[in-house]
């Protein structure tokens, strides 16, 4: 699996780092299928987003979202 720069959206619609996903994920990306797949230590399939290879490219497509760190949680609010 390779870690590659850039970005994806997450579950709850903010951008994160593929290099600091956050929620203890294992990523993979592949930059020409433009896809990112994140999965729990043990394999499980978590979340699937597209790849994006930078922020500008994020609002080429019109997308909005506050970029977070990894160290944001992954769960809806009423979940923190």
Partial sequence: MA?????????????????DAGGGFVVDVDPV???VALYTEK?????EATFYKSLDDLEKK?????????????GMKNEW
Avoid: C, Q
């Fill in 3 to 19: 870690v590659i720069p850039g970005f994806f959206i997450d579950w709850n619609g903010k951008a994160r780092r593929t290099e």
């Fill in 62 to 74: 019109g997308i909005k979202a506050e970029l977070v760190a990894g160290s944001m949680p992954w």
């Fill in 43 to 47: 394999g499980t399939l978590m979340h």
């Fill in 33 to 35: 299928a433009k896809y």
